[in-house]
């Protein structure tokens, strides 16, 4: 070894300490990247995902699985030596999905692939039977005169749209959560929609739909995007076409299930926490495995890299796997009251919702004196092929009740081409997860959390926070 | 015009002539790659099978479909102008599919995705539960010690590979076809396969099974891909686990149904029939769009052409829509039955029977002496991206009886990577066929009919007819 080179090292050396010191951090980026690589080599999310979906399955709020899910993490938190596991009470109305068929009766007679939407009140037994009336979007039904659907079907039948962020959900949804109640208004018996979803399979999409005060409930259901195609091809003959459909869905008894939370506990300030996690309960069609074991599976995954490395962050990491999103973010409001007078040691956190594809980009929602922490995240980030995107970050759906109240957020953004495919149907299942992207996010996550609970300032909100909830 | 040209114009007339004279032809190759390139770039069959899956949609022998998609098909033919249209009548026994379901009971109770196999008997109305006994293949049952499955559903777990030619069916569907007679002979109580598919989403293939007289009937079912593969690491826990299997399936009443035939009648040798067609019947699961709606559609469209053409070839060309191919190539057999004494007249044939996917290769099965018609094929051919094979097609399923009564057969191979995706499922609807495809593989029957039927030599069968049956 020459001169020249043991001297670049020695300052290369020194360079590091004296950055890792300006920082007053303890652990230096090189151990953070070294738990990353590690992650990107381990199976151990996929392993965790593999256990939630077989062992538990759908695990749709209030029924059976919800109780064997809070069970289930419980024991994986245990297994996975997390310092701390606890769980906390939630309490919601639940909703029970029963038989569920479709057909055209005249003019072609056909069976038609049907999901009730959620807490959709159900048909007579009989069924409701009636000629059908098409609008393409809940806007032209909106603005359609009154009474025109009077003893009809309503059909609307606008496509969602395929994009890597998931915009396409956004607009198309809304005639999911509103269709029940503005064809109500319009005089229908019925209202039936093109699932919400990007994919061209026989598995419809199921989701929340809302009722309003003084609206008369009319039973909402959703086709499969191939059986939207068959009725709007007969819908496109002019002949009257009439369709039958039989839901069974009812309301169910209240249920007391658990938001699941465990810690990896830090070393100075262990009252304050990262808040990371995805949601436990998951719809009843497939086995909840984009949506959200993979979220579950990969932040408890990143906890443990995390509490198992030899240096640990200043603060906590705490994991929580949140009950009942789908039906309304019900742990999550519960969680953020419970915890409501704690609020300043959440420091800030980030969910998983979004499947398990790959992430391309973060974003982080912090004040100026925070951005040494951003850029460190930044150049531990960029290995794994993220970019960073603003300061502007959003909430995932379990953060919004945290987030209204104040707290910081980041955003890992993943690829969710296909994740519209899977969403709220029977095809979600394990065999769409690729291991190598799941582990991708569970290095990313661990980049953030990592950062997020060493950072030598405490991270505090970026962007304002409104007033009022 | 200028001299040149003009003589230019009378030479190429001349030599056209000349080339069609020299092979005693009454219309040049140019005429049929008019044709065939018109019908490249027209829509004709897609419409068809728009008009067939729409109208009928799915038309399981013995179903009001199956009356309707015969109704369907003499109007099609007369509304597309073909000289001659009737039909003949086909009787068979029937099935009907009921209800179905399935789930784990222990020890991880979930539902699964399941569906009947044709003609399987059904369960006790409180359906069969039982441990499961797990064999990769049939080949492993089958070799297994007596009784071993005694009091047990047997599951087998082999999955289907995927091929071009689709050549990974012939070794999977054993499991489907005698599944419950090789489990029953094991003592079980019930079979459970993997579908015999190649696709990953929640929709079982259905598809036919066999009883043997003297082995006690056993109900037979398919588990989706995902729920195949959710069994299988269940299982792989090495606890018991328990399934519970219900089936509504039962014999139905015998049927008469029909096939469907059309003409486009021949200019000098008007007997002698070049037949092509497809199976009007389809699985009842989907709307059989490209088994074997795709078929009927684009051999229709084909002889549509040649029949609208200027000139007509010296041969009839006949289309077939055959009833229930599905449940045992039971219009194919009545047909051969019907029309022995006339076999002689039957020249060539090819069914489409392999979905929607570009032909990629044709091959023949011809004597020596027909080889120039093949040579004018292939030239044909060509420019369709089709190269030619070899002599020794095999028949479609449905020219099977009258290829073992020694009629020769064609062979235009489509490009099946996605057929097994499809095959005997909910998903096999309009929206998997690429109309640009369907329009190729029309002017390859274009191109196949027009030739055979247009030849100087009578075509006659090259490999040699088997003795029996």
């Known amino acids: 070894m020459n001169k020249m080179k043991s001297l670049f090292i020695a300052l290369l050396g020194s360079s590091i300490s004296l950055a890792a010191m300006s920082h007053g951090q303890t652990n230096d980026e090189k151990h953070i990247a070294a738990l990353r690589d590690k992650a990107l080599n381990s199976n151990l999310a996929y392993d965790i ?16 699985q919800d109780e064997l899910a809070v069970k289930w993490g419980v024991a994986k938190f245990k297994e996975l030596g997390f310092d701390k596991v606890w769980t906390e009470p939630v309490e919601y109305d639940t909703w ?57 079907i309503v059909f609307i039948s606008r496509r969602m749209e395929r994009f890597r962020n998931g915009k396409g959900y956004g607009p198309a949804v809304k005639a999911r959560g509103a269709g029940a109640v503005e064809a109500s208004k ?151 009251k419970a915890h409501q007078a704690d609020l300043a040691n959440h420091i800030t956190g980030a969910e998983s919702d979004f499947g398990a594809g790959r992430i391309y980009a973060f974003s982080s929602n912090v004040t100026e004196k925070n951005m040494p922490t951003v850029e460190k995240m930044k150049r531990l980030m960029k290995p794994l092929g993220i970019e960073y995107e603003n300061n502007k970050a959003g909430p995932g759906p379990d953060l919004i009740p945290m987030y209204q109240l104040g707290m910081s957020v980041f955003r890992l953004s993943q690829d969710g081409t296909d994740y519209f495919d899977l969403h709220h149907t029977g095809d979600d299942t394990l065999d769409k997860v690729d291991p190598k992207a799941l582990a991708q996010n569970v290095a990313a996550y661990i980049v953030f959390a990592y950062v997020a609970a060493d950072s030598k300032e405490t991270i505090t909100r970026g962007t304002p926070v409104k007033s009022g909830r």
């Open 186 to 336: 319009k005089g229908a018996l019925a209202v039936v929609i093109r699932s919400i979803g990007t994919d061209s399979h026989r598995v419809p999409h199921t989701g929340m739909m809302r009722y309003k005060d003084g609206i008369n409930k009319i039973p909402a259901a959703a086709l499969s995007n191939p059986d939207a195609d068959l009725l709007e091809r007969m819908l496109a003959r002019k002949k009257p076409v009439s369709l039958k459909l039989s839901l069974g869905a009812h309301n169910g008894p209240k249920y007391t299930s658990q938001n699941v939370i465990g810690e990896m506990t830090g070393t100075t300030y262990p009252e304050q926490k990262i808040v990371i996690g995805g949601h436990l309960d998951s719809w009843d069609l497939g086995t909840g495995a984009v949506d959200d074991g993979a979220g579950v599976a990969l932040t408890m995954a990143a906890a443990k890299f995390i509490g198992d490395s030899k240096m640990r962050p200043k603060r906590t990491i705490r994991v929580v796997l949140w009950a009942n999103e789908e039906q309304g973010l019900v742990g999550a409001r519960a969680y953020a």
């Open 96 to 152: 029970v999905r029963g038989s569920e068929s479709a057909e055209i009766t005249s003019p072609y007679p056909q069976p038609l692939k049907v999901t009730a939407l959620g807490f959709s009140v159900g048909t007579p037994a009989s069924g409701i039977q009636a000629e059908v009336i098409h609008f393409k979007t809940i806007e032209d039904l909106m603005a359609a005169p009154e009474g025109i659907a009077k003893g009809k």
């Open 49 to 64: 995902l593999e256990s939630l979906t077989t062992e538990v399955g759908p695990r749709m709020a209030g029924t059976i």
